[in-house]
């Protein structure tokens, strides 16, 4: 074979050679549960038998999680598999390395540079903090009224946006 002819393995990535917007999210789903359990980076690689840098490397999506070590890290997180994945915005599925290399998909690359992928709200330091500050309240009652307060406040704002919405339209 001419050196032509041989195509060097992308690992993954995207074709800007970009870490694949899948492991990123993967990592990102990592980095929320271990935060949310209160384990530093250096806490889970000891569990895990790793240094902490590769646990900080499946962490940003620069090293791809195997499915052996996803499972371990399942289990030492305390969560299935399946919680990796979860709420996975269709742009990020879209970009599977199988999807760069069929001829006939148009994968919707991120080719600007600096793009993030951090869609997901439970990756934000806000939600993190929200959720800590929530469990260290020790009157559980008090936290469920609190906890009903948002829901009843999300809804409601979820109608003043649709009912606004409606009379901007009606206007039109």
Not at 17 to 31: F, L, M, S, W, Y
Not at 51 to 63: I, L, S
Request: charged residues 30%; hydrophobic residues 30%.
């Amino acid at each position: 074979m001419s050196a032509e002819t041989v195509k060097r393995s992308s690992r993954g990535r995207t074709p800007t050679g970009q870490p694949n917007p899948i492991d990123v999210h993967v990592g990102n789903r990592i980095r929320l549960r271990r935060t949310l359990l209160g384990l530093s980076q250096e806490k889970l690689a000891s569990l895990l038998g790793l240094t902490f840098q590769q646990v900080q490397k499946y962490e940003r999506g620069m090293n791809r999680v195997g499915a052996s070590r996803l499972w371990d890290i399942g289990k030492v997180l305390e969560v299935p598999v399946e919680f990796f994945y979860e709420d996975m915005d269709k742009s990020v599925a879209s970009q599977s390395p199988r999807m760069f290399s069929l001829p006939d998909s148009q994968p919707l690359c991120l080719e600007e540079e600096g793009t993030t992928f951090d869609v997901d709200p439970m990756n934000r330091q806000e939600t993190i903090e929200l959720v800590k500050a929530y469990y260290k309240i020790s009157n559980r009652k008090a936290a469920k009224h609190l906890f009903d307060l948002i829901v009843a406040m999300s809804k409601s704002t979820n109608n003043y946006d649709k009912n606004d919405k409606k009379e901007s339209s009606d206007e039109e």
